[in-house]
């Protein structure tokens, strides 16, 4: 199963996605490409592919993303690569923007579509500001953009205030572990179980 995991910056969605691959099995992480600057703390490959401006966009004209967007000023995009050898060995997670899961809603209709939403406006402003990696100009036009990316919420299959980071968690991985009861998950699994039923005493 395919889980889009989008909210505005700051929310927490990779926090709250780290956390989840640490403690669920069977998951993985769909790792974007983008056209911004690495930061200290991330590796090539495991946070981001980071290429330039003109390879991203050479993979634009040949078709090898899901979805893209501008945010930011920068270029963030999922490629079709990576879903396909990651999607089916278990749950896959992506993490992008809100223009990228309506432009994959627009497109599959097998991904499940999680929004994180922070506790108030007031409270993503802090968090920006603490973690300290945007200059207060960058972070008053990511709140810009928030204002706009909360209207979307509905679209949404699923919602998570992450106002409490472990039950924000918790509640991500429950929606992980209840798709995987759900009846059209479970059909291949059961196909031995309900043989043995026919069996003869």
Partial sequence: MIYVISGPSGCGKSTLIQRVLRRLGNVQFSVSYTTRKKRENEKEGKDYYFVSREEFERMIKQGKFVEWAIVHGNHYGTSKKEVDSKGTKGDLLLDVDVQGAQQIKAKSKRATFIFILP?????????????????????????????????????????????????????????????????????REIRSILQSFSEDL
Avoid at 133 to 157: C, G, M, N, T
């Fill in 119 to 187: 506790p108030s406006f007031q409270e993503l402003k802090t968090r920006l500001e603490v973690r300290g990696l945007e200059s207060p100009d960058s972070i008053r036009k990511r709140l810009e953009v928030a204002r706009r990316e909360i209207r979307s919420y509905s679209q949404f299959d699923y919602l998570i205030v992450n106002d409490q980071l472990e039950k924000a968690v918790r509640e991500l991985e429950s929606i992980l572990i209840s798709s995987r009861c759900h009846l059209d998950s479970r059909k």
